[in-house]
């Protein structure tokens, strides 16, 4: 499993976003993708993310597990998730 979370500079929420995942970076790893870059942007597409910030749960094979799109959500939520 691994965490991507889509941000991008003007996102008021963003921030929160990424601070979800520097805390749970040490249980799994956590991608980070700025959609103002091209790559981001690109990720973004692939994924169907439509808004930020967009927190998504994926398997290995990068099929969505769990999303949290436009919001962020408890920590609690996320860690209950990652734990199955």
Do not use: H
Not at 75 to 84: A, D, G
């Amino acid at each position: 499993m691994k965490i991507k979370i889509f941000w991008k500079k003007d996102c008021p929420n963003c921030p929160q976003a990424k601070k979800i995942g520097e805390m749970i970076e040490d249980k799994l790893e956590v991608q980070y993708c700025d959609i103002d870059t091209v790559e981001g942007l690109s990720e973004a597409c692939m994924l169907n993310v439509m808004s930020t910030p967009t927190i998504m749960l994926l398997d290995k094979e990068n099929n969505e597990l769990e999303a949290w799109r436009g919001m962020v959500p408890k920590i609690e939520n996320v860690k209950e998730k990652i734990s199955r």
